[in-house]
């Protein structure tokens, strides 16, 4: 998704909308309420979080636009029941114990698109996760949203996650952001 200066603005209800759309995906995340995420995902989902590399200025690479390139995440909806499906088989390990999350949602943008049921949310965020003993890890960054209005509600139809680190030192990777 690209961004598009001078896009028409959002009404602070259709914003103060998504917004609570925002914050009620980080609380089921939070409390692994993965069914009801699962639920606000469109079928026609792409999850996508490419992996960046730290290039000089000059070298013009589409890092974030090109789809072939690696990522971390370049996931459908399927996809992502088939990674939380493997949760209840009881052979992930490092899901037992359980982590803690914590997933905090900020400098939400609303921009409407030229399709008047789907609507361009920037955001940043900030997910803190603690696991068995000591292990606690902290990612941060921004995303690029397109939410779509449907009979069942609103539903996330894209998203481009942008990590700020340039070394991720998280010993997995089992968690949406």
Known sequence: ??????????????????????????RML??????DWVAMLADDLHY?????ETRYRADKTDQIGDLN????????????????????TGTAWSEDPATRFTHLISNVE???????DEYRV???????????????????GNRVDLWRRTPQGLKLARRLILLKQNLLMSKNLNMYL
């Open 1 to 26: 998704m690209q961004e598009q200066f001078g896009a028409s603005a959002a009404s602070v209800a259709l914003v103060n909308e998504l917004q609570q759309a925002l914050y009620r995906e980080a």
């Open 122 to 140: 920037y955001s940043a965020f900030l997910v803190y996760r603690s696991r068995n003993e000591c292990d606690q890890d902290t990612l941060i």
């Open 30 to 35: 939070d409390g692994e309420r993965y069914d």
């Open 110 to 116: 609303v921009e409407l698109t030229s399709n008047d």
């Open 69 to 88: 390139r690696a990522a971390l995440y370049n996931d459908s909806r399927e996809d992502i029941k088939k990674r939380l499906g493997r949760l209840a």
């Open 48 to 52: 996508h979080m490419p992996s960046i």
